[in-house]
């Protein structure tokens, strides 16, 4: 059950744009622990507010393709506040 989980996910990942399944895959797939700015200052080039859009973006439509919710805290827009996680 869990195999076929993550096979789904990993399935729904690749149907991602492809700046969406880059910045999943490096920062949440890859064997290493990578942190968010490493996957947005060298892998993707961008600023910190465009990658937090962006990465909450990819979160909402895999959370549509696997059918769950995605719970949002008061005040957030997606676009997260600090500059560094």
């Known amino acids: 059950m869990r195999r076929r989980f993550i096979d ?4 729904c990942v690749q149907r991602l744009p492809e700046i969406e399944c880059k910045l999943i895959k490096l920062r949440y797939m890859d064997d290493d622990y990578v942190f968010d700015y490493n996957v947005y200052e060298d892998e ?7 990658y937090a859009k962006r990465r909450w973006r990819a979160f909402e439509r895999l959370a549509g ?20 996680e």
């Open 44 to 50: 993707l080039g961008r600023g910190y507010e465009a």
């Open 8 to 11: 789904k996910v990993d399935r």
């Open 65 to 84: 393709m696997l059918k769950i919710g995605i719970l949002k805290e008061k005040g957030d827009d997606g676009g997260g506040s600090s500059g560094r």
